[in-house]
């Protein structure tokens, strides 16, 4: 008998139960940290930049030098020499005077502004002309401006973007400690399944589903292993299992199309280990089941391909994120639905989308469960709230795009 | 003199100027094709499925025999055998018989729909009672619902997903034709700039554009070259330049902070090949530089993190999918902006924002051009439109997603 729960209740049930994964530390080099999840917090030990620099190309000046200046009658100050790209400032700037300096370039001690090429006019060799007034702390970065010694950089979990290693790379982190990739098995059951090399009989189909939920698990930043195709047999499916519990942190195991199947699978994993639930009030994805086996999450995932895909998405895909000590973040839009969805009657209803081009439109994709070719082609995918009505068509709805 | 021309216009440039790499096509396992890019469209040659499937557990009937049954008047069938999965049916159906079969499993011939376990009665070993009426074609995907042979499945260019592996999987495709991934140098110029392992003394920074652009074509499905950092010289320049095009696909030379180095830039690339545009009328990334060198891209980014970043994101991003036969497709969200931004006046303003949890508001991340810590705080960016009065709070912003 299936304990049908809710997809909220289903997620509840997975984050509270798997933790991430406290094997040890991974030390990469900075470029390899790329997409994986930080193991520690960033702080920083140093001030970026670390000295002040000028924004601009112009002339370091004690500001009070350039009030009342104008076209007409320019601060006149004595040029003392120029600060070189990558060298200290070696002059103290006093008033009336002002030294060159690009952009980037380090502040000497006394100034406190820049002024513009542009508004200066050079008279010779050792006189410049300003000739609008500038405030203090103008064309300025400041030592620390960017961050301080002490300061949080990045949280750990974070999945590494080019622009944290853009940061990292500014601390000085040329080694970063990120969480292990979680190994998960895959493994597909059910005597119609075929290799994709193979060419099916009558009566056959190819595996889909290994392949692609590989492909999903290796997107989300773990790395997965296959199991291959076993037949409905619940001695070989026992030993499968046991085998790649020992040897993964997650399994999923795909298929039992046949009713047979569904309860062979429930009963390896109640023997083996503990059923958390077995069902999910969800269309498509009903039947899946999630359990723990020496603590580690099995999923028994729809043989629909399609079923499967949204069941990875929704909770395989957030699963992995927390063995990882992260959290998946979804990238949602507002669009106007272009047909009327009708109603559902107890189960959340998933539906994938195709978007045009400016987002402001989403075209449900109808089609019977299964067909894979459909659910390539969407942007994302609606979530139709099980009781409502349905959505009518123009009505707004949230789109949360793939991956 | 800078040609200063908009955001739109540079992208115009880079489309037409440059082409796809017609380099040969690589072959790679299914698993290897993930995130690369299709060179051949997919069309299939296959039915998918190969047979008429059911849909359901139950009973596969004649619907005309149910036409008129209810629960106290069932019509009563006799069952002929069962379709075992992964065989084909070996009963041709006729009036008064059926067939029990699983989900997935063959139609028989002659049966024109499948009743669900739940609609019958069983009366013994071969008698089954159906309660309810059921219409022709109900519970069944015929052969090649999902895919027919001559059916284009897949465009040349696309960027291979976890469904789209499940697609190829469906058509037996185990080696796939994709794009080379091209190359990209990267190249970091300035005499202030020092690796990431170094300490910088005063005056110098560590170089946080060569890894952060380096991220950045990886995330982009190419591979990168890094060619270090090199002194602002001129022969330096031209030896290094013309190495990296000898050698990669495309260039990206970041830095030039200075003046002087902004001209030796365009005078080596002018040399050694033409410019096709230098400046863009945008904030941050003005003072960019587009070559062509021996008819591969030359960049020229700003020397500021931030200005590089979004230069890279805009322009270099879209170049590396052109150059691999696709398109980046940017996720975009409407949201409402938190506070004023106010008007600039002739360049188009990109401003990095932080969304809320349901991506309503979007808070913009102010702070002087340099400051990579508050960029990658960020879940995308908005555009302030050259020539605009500004946004006013509470205002509807489009804002495109990072990556």
Redesign the interface.
Known sequence: MLTVITPQEARKIIFDRFMPLYTPTESVA??DA??RSLYDDIVSDEY????NRS?V?GYAVVASDTFGCSESIPAVLELRGE???????RYTLTPGNCVAV?????LPEGADAVVM?ERCEVYGERLIGVTSPIAPGNNI?YKG???SPGEM??LKGTCV??????????L???RINVRPKPTVAVISS????VD?????????????????????I??SGATSINYGIIR?DENALRRIVKKAVGECDAVLLSGG????TRDLTARVVGSEGEILFHGIAMKPGKPTILGAIDGKPFFGLP?H?VAA?FVAELFIRPLIARMMGSET?Q????SRISETLSSNHGRAEFVAVVLSDD?ASATPIR??????????H??GYICVPRDSEGVAKGALVTVT???
Chains 1, 2 share one sequence.
Do not use: C, H
């Open positions: 900075l470029a790329l997409g970026v930049p670390g000295f924004t190309d600060v070189l790209m990558g060298e200290s400032a690009s952009t980037g370039g380090d090429l970065i401006d960017d961050v950089v990045l973007s080019p622009r944290d290693i853009g940061i990292l790379a500014a000085g982190r040329s059910g005597d119609e399944l994709t090399q193979q060419t099916p009989e009558r009566g056959q189909i190819r595996d889909v589903n290994a392949p692609m939920l590989e492909a999903l290796i997107n409905d199309s046949s009713a047979g043989g391909p895909y973040k990238r949602t839009v507002t987002g089609g019977k469960s299964g067909l894979i070719t459909k659910l390539a969407s942007d795009y793939w991956d």
